[in-house]
């Protein structure tokens, strides 16, 4: 597939998408959102086990939304949630994607990588919300989004300071999982995502639709998803197979039904 602001490839089950727009230091937009959705539907077209979503070059992942292309939205605009329906996909995506954050991740930058299921950060990686700077607030998921991850407490303030902050304190108050040297970012974050390839895949995409679930519902309708999900799982080749190979010492065989 062509692309204009991505590159897009995969590695055997593993798909890479790169957000590569170096004149607006990898900044979204319009097309770039409609292209993020080509690549998503390319990668379930192959298979693929794991997405990783990271920025070209060493210094940016992504640093926004195009402020050229939000400059001329106006409240209709901001009613069709452009960037949250597209965050919403990634966040819901029928497999696991990795945020390989090499850089800044600002506004829409920030949201994104929070829509992610599992973050990997580059010691130059730098986070922040400057929206209330631009009279807009993070409206594609950021206010909703990193309360739950975070609290609320510290999610206001970084909100409504809209200061930028680096990826130790990131990682300490638990919105990235591992800290790298940039050089070895993608490395780390392909080293999660074969570790999470070497699973059943049947049962990662149950784990991540019940974990997903589980800061939207109560508890007992949580555990009630819970339990459907695990009625399915005994019932596949997966679950024998991996049993099967556990007291065999053997290696198990996925094929993912």
Do not use: H, W
């Not at 206010?143 to 902050?165: C, D, H, M, N, Y």
């Not at 040297?181 to 049947?202: G, H, S």
């Amino acid at each position: 597939m062509d692309f204009k602001t991505l590159d897009v490839k995969m590695e055997g089950k593993l798909g890479i998408l790169t957000i590569n727009r170096p004149e607006v230091r990898n900044a979204i937009n319009l097309e770039t959102v409609n292209e993020i959705y080509k690549a998503l539907d390319f990668f379930q077209e192959n298979e693929a086990s794991v997405v990783i979503i990271t920025g070209a070059g060493d210094k940016v992942f992504v640093s926004g939304a195009d402020i050229n292309d939000l400059k001329t939205r106006n409240k209709f605009d901001a009613f069709k949630g452009i960037n949250n329906k597209l965050f919403d996909t990634i966040e819901k995506f029928y497999c696991p994607v990795i945020a390989a954050i090499n850089g800044f991740s600002l506004g829409g930058g920030f949201e994104i990588a929070l829509a992610c299921d599992i973050r990997i950060a580059s010691t130059r990686a730098k986070f922040g919300f400057p929206e209330t700077s631009l009279g807009i607030i993070p409206g594609a998921g950021g206010t909703q989004r990193l309360p739950r991850l975070i609290g609320l407490s510290r999610a206001k303030e970084i909100v409504l300071t809209g200061r930028i902050f680096g990826a130790e304190e990131a990682k300490n108050v638990g919105i990235v999982a591992e800290v790298t040297e940039p050089e070895a970012l993608l490395e780390k974050a392909t080293e999660v995502a074969e570790k999470i390839m070497a699973r059943a895949p049947l049962a990662v995409r149950f784990a991540k639709l019940n974990l997903n679930n589980s800061t939207q519902t109560p508890q007992d309708a949580g555990m009630l998803l819970e339990m459907i999900s695990q009625a399915v799982l005994f019932e596949s080749d997966d679950k024998l197979e991996g049993m099967t190979a556990f007291l065999e010492k053997r290696k198990a065989d996925f094929k993912g039904r």
